[in-house]
């Protein structure tokens, strides 16, 4: 892990101390649902939710592995979808990549690919806009984790989902193009990171990992 993505997670699990109760209330499903993979020595696949698959998210795919390679957590995969195909948005790929991520865009077009390194010795995340019907998203064993209420109301089914965790962010979209944009994207992408870190912390401290 690059030394700088590193600084940042240990910045967010130094803030999990502020995380708020009923935060707390809502990632408690997401800690025993991987608590109990783990133990079980079955993989982790976590789907992010949202409408357009732009923002958080992107985010909370990203961070969620890379609090899982900081604790070390074996077998955790992570997706993100959407209930419709936009684009990753600059936004979110400026405060991902302030925080230590390398990215590269792989594709030209209205919906470009992106490769996010943390490492030079473990494979890029991949980021694209897509539903949650795409080929890249495993068809069974999902827990869908909705970050928006919008697609966590208009979204009644994710197919392949084992459980559904409702854990929503404000929407930073509403800062695009003022003067308070980038410190809003650094904060959602600050808060996802803390969030997930704190998840993974959990399962560290309790779960049986041979």
């Given at each position: 892990?690059y030394?700088?993505i590193h600084?940042y997670?240990?910045?967010c699990?130094a803030?999990t101390?502020?995380?708020p109760?009923?935060?707390i209330q ?8 991987v608590?109990?993979?783990i133990?079980?020595?079955t993989p982790?696949?976590l789907?992010f939710v949202?409408t357009h698959?732009?923002?958080r998210?992107h985010?909370?795919?990203?961070w969620?592995?890379?609090a ?10 992570t ?7 936009t684009?990753?948005?600059p ?6 990549q ?6 590269t865009?792989e594709?030209n ?5 992106y ?22 998203i ?9 970050t928006c209420?919008d ?8 197919e392949?989902?084992?459980?559904r965790i ?10 695009d193009q003022?003067v308070e944009?980038?410190q ?6 600050f808060?996802?990171a ?17």
């Open positions: 892990m030394p700088s600084t997670l240990t910045q699990l803030a101390q502020q995380i109760n009923d935060r809502l990632l408690r499903p997401a800690v025993d649902y608590r109990q993979k133990q079980t020595h982790t696949h789907l949202c698959n732009s923002r998210s985010m909370g795919q990203v969620s592995a890379l899982a390679a900081y604790f070390q957590l074996p077998h955790i995969l997706y993100s979808a959407g209930t419709e195909v684009a990753c948005h936004n979110t790929l400026h405060a991902l302030s925080a230590g991520l390398r990215i865009r594709e077009g209205t919906n470009p690919f490769h996010l390194k943390y490492s030079d010795t473990h494979a890029p995340l991949l980021c694209f806009s897509k539903t949650y019907h795409d080929p890249s495993p068809k069974y064993g999902l827990a869908a984790i909705m209420t697609a966590d109301e208009n979204c009644p089914v994710i392949g989902s084992e459980i409702s854990c929503p962010y404000a929407d930073p979209k509403v800062y003022t944009q980038d809003q994207y650094a904060e959602r992408c808060q996802i803390t969030e997930w870190i704190y998840v993974m912390q959990q399962v560290k401290q309790t779960a049986s990992i041979i």
